[in-house]
């Protein structure tokens, strides 16, 4: 018997008719006539029967929207992260969609906003980014804008955006809006913020702000989204809508669903001021350490044995034991890069204020200033895949390049 | 009016019983399942649905006209409610407690349940839940109650969280109250088995009396509803939603039953007619009003169209229900996007005749004609006249089937379209249950007693009156009933005490709410150990309700309740009589009645009137002291 099949099941006394579905464990999952799944053990008592085997179901293809000439073209790059999805009531299924078509399909309202083109680049969880799949997500963010794209709109899964929107940042210099989207409540229940996160993206990818961003929603309502700069945005919360927040450095701007004007309060690089660019080099032999009470210094050791460079999370104004600090010496003055940011996130390194912060900075260390340490991380792979020099290294980590850093 | 033959008509009802749990939690969250207390909202958050058409199709016109109406919900939040409320967390796994209720209900109703409970999305947008879907979950099914020489199917049981309350709505969105949503309730459905409105009554009054007997079902308004599915023979299926009160659902099956024999004969009489489908055309009549004078909405920005409804005329009078009429049907499915005016012929209206004329005139409509008007911007204006087109060419064909709103005098109202049965899909965000076996005879194994079998046991063994029995095994209290009789006391006056005694504080203001079953107990306690008497409860009672942290001997003492001794009595009637001796001199045993009211004077409430008259009846009697006896028995014998 086949999914999708319409079975009877006769178990004990009593009869259950519908059809089934896929099941987790060894129980049978049916789907009943008003709608309703159960589960039905499989044993001595159960009799499956089939009525009449399943129908395939053909997926129907819309044409494709007849392009508006009066409207820009935004290129849609998927990832992974879920922006629409589908949901089939006859067998429960939810699919997510990928394709430009089935995106516009499942969020009209974008048809308004531009003409749209796409390819489907990854069918991943964001989670299983990796840097190469920045450099290549790089590469074709460029050729889409070398072939006439006037803005590029990336879905993604929340739980990395930050670093990819990082990486880019870093990677491209852009004369169009890159805009990288989400939903944080899944695409397949009428209450995601997956349509106007997209419509709001829509919007800044259309507009002047020739930037890598992440665009969010800014609160619990469905009133306005952020615009986050793309270095100095992290997600705050498991699961809440306003999840994205900008950190140390105010939003770009925002742009109110309703009305869809966008106001910008920052500053921000204007459409066409630079010509398309990328440097996509990357050193991936990087890691991330946050430092806590009592945390064994062979650590360190451990960890330089493997990287070229080490970004460490410290406390407070960018702190570890003293116990540390010897060993910190010893990886840096073997060539590796160790930067320090702060795990309070918010607020800036400042070594110089205790002991403990004049010892690090005689051990070697680099000072983050007010970069979020993932952001660090991701710039120190991008330099390090720069150059080898750690001199040149400890200058650009401290220059700032794509606003990641400020107040030098 | 004569009486219906409902035989003769095919009447089916099944009734769809929604009832709120008394868990501690919600069902997928550890929120407390009262509303704010206080009322106050601590947060608000606005949101949008969006369903797109392509996946609706024809599956769910409900769902796609609730869509075609884009609004705003605006929801307010409060210190008792939580993301998941919020939707902006998933849902934790089914809460077990409620599970277990759901169970022990479908034991009750002979159901079978599944072995496995899976949670569904069912689609809902109109914003009495967050997330866009209701969550449900089928829990057993294919029981059977018999009612009278009738055997009823349940036909399932279902586990689901209740929806937010609507607050209020306007052209700003809909405002919802978030407390309520996510109560636990269980959903159950009868097969449509009913065939007359007062076995409709009895069937629910069965269930509610089987779902009280738990113990574990909230209680109060709002905290059950009912809906009603009727259907005749040649009619259609009808669900009538919100039923409050047990008390109208005879009433509104009659009504019903009285508005589909109604419409089948307005379908006859247009056959007769020869009546056609009604074209959609309508026609601007805009110039009729030139002259404002005459219409009510100014024509500023608005249009006068029309439609004609060949042979519709005179129908449109037509009673459909008591009070309601052929028009209301029409002008029902306008009214949740229209807000202009409208106009049909034999209406009051301040159109004048000429006017109508020149309408008439003007869109060709005979006598057997009937002519609608609208006043509104003209894109709405043709949604409504096209409404009215669609609820009119229905009318050839008979009844449509419909979502109807049960209003307060039994009639009801258009909601929407039925809603197509498949509208669901797995909640992946929360597991299935799997239901052991050990589970089921756990619950089985301590099945509450029905409350019909409770009240005739109490009839029985404690001889309580038919009605005061009823009562009590009803009430919330038999548990706390059962445990007092075991001190010994009079099971009326308990039961009494339970019902009638509660009921006056609770009508004089009395916070009843604060007893406890220990300040019961207390009470009775020193009843039965004669401490005090009953006369005294109710006094006691309104002093613990007030200051619930005394005790019962507190309460009473600080009355001046507390029994007196024999010794005592007996002191006060020596007194007494020494004081009165004259009076029963002169009036011999006559004077015991107003001895006894002067002893009860003084201590009514310290003493068991029963005690005071014998003791009184054996002074009097015996003469003043023991002396005085002797001397009076020698007395009579001389
Ligand atoms: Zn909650």
Known sequence: MMIGDRIKVQRGDITYKGTLMPSRDDSIVLKL??????????????????????????????????????????????????????????????????????????????????????????????????????????????????????????????????????????????????????????????SSDNAMNAVCAAKVATSDIAEVSVVMHATMSDDYCLIHRGTRVRKMHTSRRDAFHSINASPIGKVDYSTREIETFAEYK???????????????????????????????????????????????????????????????????????????FSGRICDLVYDTGRDLLKAGIIEGGDMLPETALVKLMWVLGGTKDPEEVRTLMRKNIAGEISGL | ????????????????????????????????????????????????????????????????????????????????????ENDEEPPSPLNPDAIDIALEIALLLGMTPVDEIHTMRKIVIDGSNTSGFQRTAFVAS?????????????????????????????????????????????????????????????????????????????RGIGTIRQDINVSIAKGARIEIKGVQTLDMIETIVEREVIRQVNLLKIKDELRKRGAKKVKEVLVDVSEVFDSPQGIGKPLKNNVVLAVKLPSFGGLILWEIQPDRQFFDELSDRLKRFFRGAFYTDGLPNEIGDDQIAGIRKKIGAGPDDCVVLVVDEESRARSALNAVIQRANEALEGIPEETRRALQNGNSAYMRPLPGAARMYPETDVLSVPISGERLKKINSSLPELICKRKGRYVREYDLSDDLAELIACSEQSALFERII??????????????????????????????????????????SANKMVKEGILEVLRVLANTPSKTASVASSELGLEMLGKEDIEKLIMQVIESKRDLIKERGTDAMQPLMGLIMERVRGKVDGKLVSSLLKEKIYGGINGEDRKRGMGQSEG
Not at chain 1, 316 to 339: D, Q, R
Not at chain 2, 502 to 524: A, K, N, Y
Request: one cysteine or more; hydrophobic letters at 35%; glycine letters at 8%.
């Open chain 2, 142 to 218: 294919d029981g059977k109650i018999s009612l009278g020489d009738n055997l009823i199917h349940i036909d399932t049981v279902c586990l689901e969280e209740e929806a937010a309350q609507k607050i209020s709505e306007d052209t700003n969105g809909v405002v919802y109250s978030l407390d309520r949503l996510g109560i636990p309730l269980v959903e159950i459905t009868t097969s449509p088995e009913a065939t007359t409105p007062g076995q409709v009554c009895s069937l629910a009054k069965w269930i509610g009396m089987i779902l009280r007997s738990t113990g574990k079902v909230k």
């Open chain 1, 270 to 344: 204007k459409r066409d001021e630079h010509k398309v660019l990328v440097r996509d080099h990357i050193e991936p032999k990087c890691s991330l350490l946050k430092f806590y009470p009592g945390a064994d210094p062979e650590i360190v050791d451990h960890y330089t044995s493997r990287c070229k460079g080490l970004v460490i999370e410290g406390t407070g104004l960018g702190h570890v034991s003293t116990e540390w600090i010897p060993h910190i010496k010893k990886a840096v003055e073997k060539g590796i890069s160790i930067v320090m940011t702060s795990q309070c």
């Open chain 2, 486 to 527: 075991i001190l010994g006391v009079s099971p009326t006056l308990v039961a009494k005490t339970l019902t009638a005694t509660l009921s006056e504080l609770r009508r004089e203001g009395t916070p009843v709410q604060h007893l406890t079953d220990d300040h019961f107990i207390g009470v009775f306690e020193m009843i």
């Open chain 2, 1 to 84: 009016m004569k009486s219906v033959d409902y035989e003769v008509l095919g009447l089916r009802v099944g009734l769809e019983i929604h009832q709120q749990l008394d868990t501690k939690g919600k069902l997928f969250c550890n929120c407390p399942t009262e509303l704010s207390k206080s009322g106050q909202p601590t947060y608000e958050i606005h949101r949008h649905l969006q369903v797109s058409e392509s996946e609706l199709g024809e599956i769910d016109r409900a769902a796609l006209e609730e869509a075609q109406i884009k609004r705003r919900f605006i929801y307010k939040g409060y210190d008792t409610t939580c993301l998941v």
């Open chain 1, 33 to 190: 006539d008003h709608g309703y799944n159960i589960g039905i053990k499989k044993d001595a008592k159960t009799f499956v029967k089939l009525i009449e085997k399943g129908k395939k179901i053909v997926p129907q293809k819309t044409p494709a929207p007849l392009i508006n000439p009066c409207l820009s073209t935004v290129s849609i790059l998927t990832t992974g992260g879920t922006i629409a999805s589908k949901v089939d009531y006859r067998t429960g299924a939810v699919t997510s969609q990928f394709d430009v078509e089935d995106i516009l399909r499942a969020i009209p309202e974008l048809r308004e906003i531009a003409n749209f083109k796409g390819e489907v680049l990854y069918n991943i969880l964001s989670e299983n980014m990796r840097s190469e799949y920045w450099q290549t997500l790089a590469r074709e963010i460029a050729a889409e804008i070398e072939g006439g794209s006037e803005g590029v709109m990336i879905t993604h899964g929340t739980d990395t955006m930050g670093y990819t929107a990082a990486a880019l940042s870093f990677m491209l210099v852009t004369p169009v809006p890159i805009v990288l989207v989400g939903s944080q409540r899944s695409a397949d229940r009428p």
